[in-house]
């Protein structure tokens, strides 16, 4: 994809000899900004200090959000590359705001990263304000359990062969991915692709796998069960908490079932915290008792930047962060993905629109319309 007029502006540190952008002297001026943050935390009258913070996903109910909210916006999903774009947007969120609250407990305070961004962007005029530097470490975590949609197709066709009606309605849509059991439709064509895009964040250290379990008679698929996925999560937590592995964590569920969990991590000195994202798009059917735990639960929405930018990533640039993104992300977006993120982006009134415009060589770009 291309840029069109759509720029993203670097610091003149990032420009070689001609002016062009060039990736490594943008990497060789961030590690600068780094040390100056570092020299400056360790003038501090108080020492700097570190604060680890684990989040744990469950991705399921991340992906089934992102997919039935796309598919209302009528977003086409040619991959899992578009939902994890997004998914990673409010992971991202979630973090933030866990950073925000973090900062808020220590006076004066400061997280290094935004240290490093203020520097970064020449934006030093309150530094003065300054007594402690925090260095927030966010681990990310992934819990799911893969769907062998070939064992149920090979299960309903028994079934089918057999005489079930239900059970050849149900193969006929599972060739595309679909499981629909008690009006309950699903989609997981992009969902084992979504995973493989998850695991290759940048804060992503690890994840585990549960397992589903199936449930086919002469009726066709009546049950499909997510197992041991929670259970992973709550020994994660318990762990964590025991092993004085994490300051704080965050669990990103719909489960209140994990309530318990927080009562656990006070024990242990560990701030608990919970973000309900598959319900990104309709917060009041947050849980009551996940809402309930007030300064802990964090609550998401999506931002009406989140289309642009995806575009913008889709021309190799996060202007978010100002850094070129991985080239599997800057191409992983179809002309027809690229097209809809352009409707989405006009649809929420922020004074400019985006025109999708193929360029001289032949590649989608997009133009700014005031």
């Not at 952008?21 to 780094?34: E, H, M, N, V, W």
């Not at 909210?69 to 994890?84: F, N, R, T, V």
């Not at 940048?202 to 929670?230: H, P, Q, T």
Request: glycine share 8%; charged share 30%.
């Amino acid at each position: 994809m291309g840029q069109g007029n759509l720029s993203v502006k670097y610091p003149r540190e990032a420009a070689d000899a001609d002016g062009n952008f060039s990736p490594d002297r943008l990497s060789s001026y961030y590690d600068t900004c780094a040390g100056l943050a570092d020299q400056f935390a360790q003038s501090l009258k108080e020492p700097p200090t570190k604060h680890n913070v684990l989040i744990l996903v469950d991705l399921q109910g991340v992906y089934l959000g992102f997919t039935r909210w796309m598919k209302e916006q009528s977003i086409p999903l040619d991959s899992g590359m578009l939902a994890s774009r997004f998914a990673h947007y409010l992971l991202e969120t979630v973090s933030a705001k866990v950073d925000e609250k973090i900062i808020r407990e220590v006076d004066g305070g400061i997280a290094r990263n935004d240290l490093i961004r203020a520097i970064f962007r020449k934006e030093v005029d309150q530094l003065g304000l300054i007594r402690q530097v925090v260095d927030i470490k966010p681990s990310i975590e992934l819990f799911y359990a893969p769907l062998a949609l070939k064992d149920i197709e090979w299960r309903l066709r028994k079934e089918a062969n057999k005489g079930s009606a239900n059970a050849r309605r149900q193969l006929a849509d599972i060739g595309s991915g679909i499981l629909n059991v008690h009006g309950d439709t699903r989609d997981y064509s992009i969902f084992e692709h979504f995973i493989e895009c998850m695991k290759r964040g940048s804060n992503v250290s690890r994840w585990e796998e549960g397992f589903y379990k199936i449930y086919v008679d002469s009726w066709g698929l009546k049950a499909f069960d997510e197992k041991e996925v929670d259970t992973r999560i709550t020994i994660r937590a318990v762990d964590a908490c025991v092993d004085y592995e994490a300051d704080s964590i965050c669990i990103i569920s719909s489960d209140q079932d994990f309530i318990p969990l927080h009562k656990r991590g006070e024990k242990s000195g560990v701030t608990t915290y919970q973000a309900d994202v598959s319900k990104f798009a309709s917060p009041e059917w947050v849980g009551r008792k996940i809402r309930e735990l007030g300064d802990r639960f964090i609550p998401v929405g999506i931002d009406p930047l989140w289309s642009m930018r995806a575009i913008y990533e889709a021309a190799g640039h996060d202007p978010f962060n100002g850094v070129p993104v991985g080239k599997h992300i800057g191409e992983g977006l179809t002309q027809r993905e690229f097209e809809a993120l352009c409707r989405l982006h006009n649809k929420s009134n922020l004074g400019y629109q985006l025109e999708p415009a193929a360029e001289a060589d032949g590649i989608m770009g997009v133009r700014v319309i005031a």
